[in-house]
């Protein structure tokens, strides 16, 4: 046993020689002590990045059989203000405004527990340029496009000019770089199932995979994500009112309850973002993943009906639109989910482009000519062209896009775009809170939240930083901020 011991601290002492280079045998041995990340998502990632960077051997453990989490379906990209893409397109930013617009979007939460949300929504704007450029210099990912996002004040969301969407673009990039390093290890089918604790500090890890339940030793990062599709679970329990609705994540556990079995203090956990639009898809119509309909396609003059009539004005707030949605009957009640129709005439259609191909191709949209269509939906185009050809609007809609169809005997032999929607959960700002260093928090006896040792967060699963909405664009943010963050901290504690 001793020689044992022995022998995992030389093989310790190789793995954290930077001039050490891989052979496979090292690769067998573990180090009886590592940096365990759980999750490999976004915030996952780049904790392993700054760990392995410091040094330090690090085990990932990934519950689903394939890396990264929701994080590799983001579309819209990542903030940051004063960058030198905004530079480049002349759009004038500081991480002031940036502060400025989330504290806004946080709304009243921000007065429960003020200093503490200012601090953590502080140093994500703060850092949001470097991340960038830590993106962009360091791990070779494109993201010269700079877009508005709505609630911000200026365009400062970035995503690659390619056609990979900035999540895959950030997951899959990271992962290879990651697995050229001998000091990194993933181990997929792998969940994490309880945090060993000894004196009140997070001594390690049990997992659970094909071989039977395991344990890793050493400083833990939890970055296992969100539970917007935990739908009949934390979801029923924290927003009773949205059991069942189907969501734009995987459908599977929330993990909260790792950090809460070990005191954790938990924050916001009833604030849940829903997005009117997620494609039914006909062919698996009950499924509780939706593939989200991109707000462009309203935004080019698409509109919505229930029962074959409009019934609010398309391009109100994703709340107001959610909430029109839901006072109407649901569908199904197995699958909470509406069934809304989707339609964009010729001139919507083209201008939504590649993404209606693609749509298109994964069957969730199909091009009909108006004369197919049914008699309610034909009165319906026939109304909706009377009111833009107008320009007045009962619903108050005064943006018609490209909406360029006239009403009448004349249209029916133009292909109109349509598909089936319903309102989705996407994202939970809630979960565990934590601190700038990333650390874990639990309540001590005077009530004053206090870091759990040995314990660090990052991303969706963490409480505290969105308050009352999340911004497009800064969950990519907080999970590269505090990411790396946790992996820095919980490199340096074990090394
Ligand atoms: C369709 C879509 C588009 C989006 N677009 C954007 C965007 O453009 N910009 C933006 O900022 N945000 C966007 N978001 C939100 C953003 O993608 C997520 O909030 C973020 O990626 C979460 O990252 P994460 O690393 O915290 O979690 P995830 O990426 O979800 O990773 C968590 C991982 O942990 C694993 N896990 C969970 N529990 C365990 C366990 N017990 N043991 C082992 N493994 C476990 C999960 O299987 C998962 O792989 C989007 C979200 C969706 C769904
Ligand atoms: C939704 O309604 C359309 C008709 O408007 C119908 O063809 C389709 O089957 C419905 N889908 C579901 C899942 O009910």
Redesign the pocket.
């Known amino acids: 046993m001793l020689h044992h011991r022995h022998l995992l601290r030389q093989v310790f002492k190789v793995f954290t020689n930077p001039t050490y280079s891989a052979t496979k045998e090292y690769h067998m041995a573990l180090p009886d002590r590592q940096v365990v990340v759980?999750?490999?998502?976004?915030?996952?990632l780049s904790a392993a990045y700054e760990a392995v960077k410091a040094g330090a051997p690090v085990r990932m453990?990934?519950?689903?059989p394939k890396p990264?989490?929701?994080?590799i379906?983001?579309?819209?990209?990542?903030n940051g203000a004063g960058t030198l893409f905004q530079n480049q397109h002349r759009i004038y930013d500081t991480p002031d405004n940036f502060y400025q617009d989330s504290v806004k979007s946080a709304g009243k939460s921000l007065k429960e527990n003020e200093q503490h949300r200012t601090e953590l929504i502080r140093t994500l704007v703060d850092r949001s340029a470097a991340e960038v450029k830590w993106l962009t210099d360091e791990i070779g990912i494109d993201l010269s496009v700079v877009a508005p996002l709505g609630g911000h004040s200026v365009a400062r969301t970035h995503r690659g000019a390619g056609k990979l969407p900035?999540?895959a673009a950030i997951v899959t990039t990271l992962l290879k770089k990651l697995e050229l390093n001998p000091l990194f290890k993933l181990i997929t089918s792998?969940?994490?199932t309880a945090l060993i604790v000894e004196n009140g500090a997070v001594r390690g890890v049990e997992y659970r995979d094909e071989n039977g339940v395991e344990k890793l030793l050493g400083p833990v990062v939890v970055?296992?994500?969100?539970f917007a599709g935990d739908s009949n679970g934390m979801l029923a329990k924290y927003r009773p009112d949205l059991a069942g609705v189907p969501s734009?994540?995987e459908n599977?556990p929330g993990?909260h309850g790792?950090l809460s079995s070990v005191g954790a203090e938990m924050m916001d956990m009833s604030r849940v973002q829903i997005h009117p639009t997620g494609f039914v898809d006909p062919k698996d119509p009950l499924s509780a993943y939706k593939f989200?309909a991109a707000e462009m396609l309203r935004g080019e003059g698409g509109i919505l009906l229930y029962d074959g009539q409009r019934f609010v004005n398309e391009l109100e707030t994703r709340e107001v639109v959610s909430n029109a949605i839901m006072k109407q009957k649901p569908t199904s009640q197995s699958t909470k989910q509406w069934n809304v129709t989707l339609l964009l005439d010729p001139g919507a259609c083209e201008a939504a482009g590649s993404h209606l191909g693609f749509y298109q191709f994964k069957g969730l949209m199909e091009k009909k000519k108006v004369g197919e269509l049914d008699a309610q939906l034909i009165t319906a185009v026939d109304r909706y062209a009377q009111v833009v050809a107008s320009g007045k609007d009962d619903l108050g809609r005064t943006n018609f896009g490209r909406w360029r169809l006239k009403p009448g005997e004349t249209n029916r032999n133009e292909e109109v775009c349509i598909g089936h929607v319903t309102v989705v959960t996407?994202?939970t700002m809630g979960g565990a809170a934590f601190n700038t260093e990333a650390q874990v928090l639990r309540r001590d006896d005077a009530g004053q939240l206090v870091p759990i040792p040995g314990l660090w967060a990052a991303?969706?699963?963490t409480g505290g930083i969105h308050g009352d909405n999340r911004l497009?664009?800064?969950?990519?943010?907080e999970?590269s901020v505090f990411g790396r963050e946790a992996g820095r901290q919980a490199a340096s504690s074990l090394l």
């Open positions: 759980i999750g490999s998502g976004f915030a996952g453990l990934e519950r689903g990264g989490g929701n994080s379906k983001a579309s819209s990209g990542i900035p999540g792998a969940e994490a970055a296992a994500g969100g734009t994540n599977r993990p790792l989200l996407h994202f991303g969706e699963i497009g664009g800064s969950s990519l943010l999970c």
